[in-house]
C-alpha cells in the first residue's frame, strides 16, 4: 500500500520508466548501421551473413564482440531504490 499521493504501483512504473531510459540509452550507443564487414576487424575470422543481417554495420565476430562488451565498464547510473550503500557514497 503506498502512502501520501503516490499510486499503488508507482514504484513498478518507476521502474519500467528506468528501464525503458536504459534501453534507449543503450539503442543510441550501438546504433552503428551501415554495411558490415565480412571479416572481424580484430582477428580477421569470417562474421557469418546471419549475425551481418541481424546487427547492420558489425565489424567484430561474436567472440571479439563478447570481450570487447565483458571489458567495458558498466556506468553507474542513478540508484533509485536509496539503498544504504548509495547513500554513504
Known amino acids: 500500500m503506498a502512502g501520501g499521493w503516490a499510486t499503488d ?3 513498478n ?15 543510441l550507443r550501438n546504433r552503428t548501421g551501415g ?4 571479416e572481424c576487424a580484430d582477428c580477421g575470422e569470417p562474421i557469418p551473413e546471419a549475425r551481418r543481417r541481424a546487427q547492420p554495420g558489425v565489424t567484430l565476430c561474436v567472440a571479439c564482440q563478447s570481450e570487447a562488451d565483458r571489458l567495458r565498464r558498466p556506468s553507474g547510473g542513478m540508484n533509485r531504490r536509496a539503498s544504504k550503500d548509495s547513500l554513504l557514497k
Open 9 to 11: 504501483d508507482a514504484v
Open 35 to 38: 554495411e558490415s564487414l565480412a
Open 13 to 27: 512504473q518507476q521502474i519500467e520508466v528506468s528501464t525503458e531510459e536504459a534501453l534507449a540509452r543503450m539503442r
